[in-house]
């Protein structure tokens, strides 16, 4: 297995997306809240290296986030 151990790859969840003017971004402060064009019951993409390979399910194991595969997404 350690020829794998070299491999990167980036993994990215999106929970949603939503389009906004840069000013509006620069007048963000902390705790500010970003509407999102998706609920909490709409599943989360996951990327790897940029590419949508799988949708998913947020869980919560033993305090930690996780993300269940619901959907592998086909080429």
């Known amino acids: 297995m350690t020829i794998f151990e070299d491999i990167k790859v ?18 963000l402060g902390r705790g500010a ?3 999102l064009d998706a609920t909490e019951n709409d599943p989360v ?9 799988a949708e998913g399910e947020i869980r919560i194991d033993d305090g930690s986030l996780a993300i ?8």
Do not use: C, S, W
């Not at 980036?10 to 007048?27: C, F, N, Q, S, W």
């Not at 993409?45 to 390979?53: P, R």
């Not at 269940?68 to 080429?75: D, G, L, P, Q, S």
């Open 10 to 27: 980036d993994i990215k969840v999106e929970l949603g997306a939503t389009t906004m003017p840069v000013h509006h971004v620069l007048r």
């Open 33 to 35: 809240v970003i509407e």
């Open 45 to 53: 993409k996951l990327y790897a290296n940029d590419t949508l390979v």
């Open 68 to 75: 269940e595969i619901t959907r592998k997404v086909e080429k």
